[in-house]
T-cell receptor, first 118, second 117 residues
Framework: AQKVTQAQTEISVVEKEDVTLDCVYE???????LFWYKQPPSGELVFLIR??????QNEISGRYSWNFQKSTSSFNFTITASQVVDSAVYFC???????????????FGKGTTLSVSS | DTAVSQTPKYLVTQMGNDKSIKCEQN?????MYWYKQDSKKFLKIMFS???????INETVPNRFSPKSPDKAHLNLHINSLELGDSAVYFC????????????????FGAGSRLTVL
């Protein structure tokens, strides 16, 4: 069975601090996708990144970076120099990759609420 | 143009009533989903349709019935509403072809907040 664990329920930081959100996943599939979504206080779900299980390269996008390690089944997300606008609930998610077959819904972790104060 | 649109955004109703939430996507995606987000923010898949065919049907009470008249629409009908049905319901859509750049990336609607009194 697939499972995503985000052990950190809430994190509070002060602006300009770096913060890492942890994500650990379980799957029996050899091919899968990992995702991060952001849910700001306004409530919409915003896609941040998708990572294929074959690609363990870390990725950086501005102040955001992701560290994917298959050996520890982790896909952690770091925000550098956090800002108040980063305050949101962040979800890690997992889906199977069935090579074009349907039926690959995302399984979400329970989310980490990040609060950034000024 | 809104990519995935849901209506209504807010719905307040009495226990025992029947209500529907509509969803439409203009992204040309072949798969649509309904997720439920509870008061603790936990997101759980309810249903998934691929080209109007039901693909995923999680353990959901049969009071919930999805309907997909075409691959751009997925509606959710709920009969005999209960207090525990209060939640935010998100519609989403995606490509499922694994080799497309955006495959399996779900685009979500803004959510429909259902309150059952």
């Amino acid at each position: 069975a697939q499972k995503v664990t985000q052990a950190q329920t809430e994190i509070s930081v002060v602006e300009k601090e770096d913060v890492t959100l942890d994500c650990v996943y379980e799957t029996r599939d050899t091919t899968y996708y990992l995702f991060w979504y952001k849910q700001p206080p306004s409530g919409e779900l915003v896609f941040l990144i998708r990572r294929n299980s074959f690609d363990e390269q870390n990725e950086i996008s501005g102040r955001y970076s992701w560290n994917f390690q298959k050996s520890t089944s982790s896909f952690n997300f770091t925000i550098t120099a956090s800002q108040v606008v980063d305050s949101a609930v962040y979800f890690c998610a997992l889906s199977e990759a069935r090579g074009g077959q349907a039926g690959t819904a995302l399984i979400f972790g329970k989310g980490t609420t990040l609060s950034v104060s000024s | 143009d809104t990519a995935v649109s849901q209506t209504p955004k807010y719905l307040v109703t009495q226990m025992g009533n029947d209500k529907s939430i509509k969803c439409e996507q203009n992204l040309g995606h072949d798969t649509m989903y309904w997720y439920k987000q509870d008061s603790k923010k936990f997101l759980k898949i309810m249903f998934s349709y691929n080209n109007k065919e039901l693909i995923i049907n999680e353990t959901v009470p049969n009071r919930f019935s999805p309907k997909s008249p075409d691959k751009a629409h997925l509606n959710l009908h709920i009969n005999s509403l209960e207090l525990g049905d209060s939640a935010v319901y998100f519609c989403a859509s995606s490509h499922t072809s694994g080799r497309l750049p955006g495959a399996n990336v779900l685009t979500f609607g803004a959510g429909s907040r259902l309150t059952v009194l």
